[in-house]
C-alpha cells in the first residue's frame, strides 16, 4: 500500500513540518511500491498521442525544408517561453511556491502556461504535489516503479489508479483556491487553451512574417508543443531512472545530464525531491545558471517575483554528507577535485599585496 503522510518523500513546500531540518534528523527515505494491477487503456488517448507525434515529425521535416528562416530562428525561442509556462510558472511558483509573484507577472506565466497545455495550473499542480508527497507508489500519477514509458507518457493513456484520485483529493489546494487568477484559468481553460496554445502560433506566423498555413500549424503550434510535452515529461521518466544522487541516493529522482545539458532548469531533480522549496531547483553558483531561474531573477530584479526562496549552502552540505551518493562536486576552494576552468574564472577581491 502507498505510505501514508508519515513516510513521505520529501516535503511541498517550506511551510511542511518535514522540512524545518532539511531532512537531516529525520529519513525521508520512501516505500517504493505498485500493486501491478493491470492497466486499464484509454484509446482515444492513444490514438490521438499517435497521430500527434506524426504530426510533429511532419513538423520536422518542414523546418529543415520549408519553413523560412525568421520561422527556424523563432522556433527554440517559442519552445523556450513554451517551457517557462511549466517550470517556472505552474512549477516553482503554483506546485511549490517558491517565490511569489504580483498580478502582472503572474498573468504572463498563465499565459506562458496555457500556451504549453499541459492542462490548467490547478489540475497540474494538485498532481505533482501528489507526486512528491507519494513518489514511486500508486499513488504517485507517474510512478516510474512501472518503468520509463508509462511514467514518460503511459500515464495519460490509462486510467488513473484509484490512490491517484484518492490520494489528489486529500492535498491541500486551498493557496491556489484563493487566487483568483488560477481559477479563473481553470474555470475558462477549454475557451482559453485553444486560442493561446494552437490559434495564436499559428495565425501570428502567417501574418508577421508570411509564413504558411501548414508550416505555421505543423511547426508553431503542433512540433513546438509536442517538443515541450517530451522535455517536461523526461522530468517524470528519465530524471526518476538516469543520473546521480548527490543529495538523498535512497530516492528514486537523479540529476540526469541530458536535462542538466538543456539548460530549463529541471535537470537537478534529486536536489529538487530534496529541497523543492527552493526556487533554483538547484544550488547556488554554476548550478543555478538556467533560463527559468533567470527569468525568476530578471523579475525579481523588477520587484515583480519576491520571497524568494533558497536553501542554506551549510544545510546542503550536511544532507549531502549525511544522505549522498558521493557524487557531489567540489566543495570549496582549493579542494582537490575543483577544476582549473572554475579557478580561472574566479573573481578574488581584496586581495593582499606581497612586499
Not at 47 to 57: C, D, E, K, Q, T
Not at 60 to 75: G, I
Not at 123 to 133: E, N
Not at 259 to 283: C, Q, T
Request: hydrophobic share 45%; aromatic share 14%.
Amino acid at each position: 500500500m502507498p505510505p501514508n503522510s508519515k513516510d513521505t518523500t520529501g516535503v511541498l513546500y517550506e511551510s511542511d513540518a518535514e522540512t524545518i531540518d532539511g531532512g537531516l534528523i529525520k529519513d525521508v527515505g520512501k516505500l517504493k511500491t505498485t500493486d501491478g494491477r493491470k492497466l486499464q487503456l484509454v484509446w482515444v488517448n492513444i490514438v490521438l498521442f499517435v497521430i500527434l507525434h506524426l504530426s510533429a515529425l511532419y513538423g520536422v521535416w518542414l523546418l529543415l525544408t520549408k519553413a523560412t528562416w525568421t520561422t527556424v530562428l523563432l522556433f527554440p525561442f517559442a519552445l523556450i517561453v513554451t517551457a517557462l509556462g511549466i517550470s517556472g510558472g505552474a512549477h516553482r511558483l503554483w506546485a511549490h511556491r517558491t517565490f511569489k509573484a504580483n498580478v502582472p507577472l503572474r498573468l504572463i506565466f498563465l499565459f506562458l502556461n496555457t500556451l504549453a497545455f499541459q492542462d490548467a495550473v490547478y489540475i497540474w499542480a494538485r498532481d505533482h504535489r501528489v507526486h512528491h508527497k507519494y513518489a514511486e507508489t500508486d499513488a504517485d500519477p507517474y510512478n516510474s516503479e512501472r518503468g520509463w514509458f508509462f511514467s514518460h507518457i503511459g500515464w495519460l493513456c490509462v486510467r488513473k489508479h484509484p490512490q491517484v484520485v484518492e490520494k489528489g483529493k486529500q492535498i491541500d489546494l486551498s493557496d491556489l483556491e484563493q487566487d483568483r487568477l488560477v481559477m479563473f484559468q481553470k474555470k475558462y481553460y477549454l475557451l482559453l487553451m485553444p486560442l493561446i496554445c494552437f490559434v495564436l502560433p499559428t495565425v501570428l506566423p502567417m501574418y508577421l512574417w508570411g509564413e504558411s498555413l501548414n508550416v505555421s500549424w505543423h511547426v508553431m503550434a503542433l512540433l513546438r508543443w509536442v517538443t515541450t510535452l517530451n522535455l517536461i515529461w523526461l522530468v517524470n521518466s528519465s530524471a526518476h531512472m538516469y543520473g546521480k544522487r548527490p543529495y538523498d541516493k535512497k530516492i528514486s529522482p537523479t540529476d540526469e545530464s541530458f536535462l542538466i545539458w538543456l539548460r530549463f532548469g529541471e535537470g537537478y531533480h534529486n536536489y529538487h525531491h530534496v529541497f523543492p522549496w527552493d526556487y533554483k531547483s538547484a544550488e547556488l553558483g554554476p548550478y543555478s545558471r538556467d533560463l527559468t531561474t533567470a527569468f525568476i531573477n530578471f523579475f525579481a530584479w523588477l520587484g515583480w517575483a519576491y520571497d524568494l526562496k533558497s536553501v542554506s549552502p551549510d544545510l546542503v552540505r550536511r544532507r549531502v554528507q549525511r544522505t549522498g551518493d558521493g557524487s557531489h562536486p567540489v566543495w570549496g576552494w582549493g579542494d582537490k577535485d575543483q577544476c582549473s576552468e572554475d579557478v580561472a574564472d574566479t573573481t578574488i577581491t581584496h586581495q593582499r599585496v606581497v612586499r
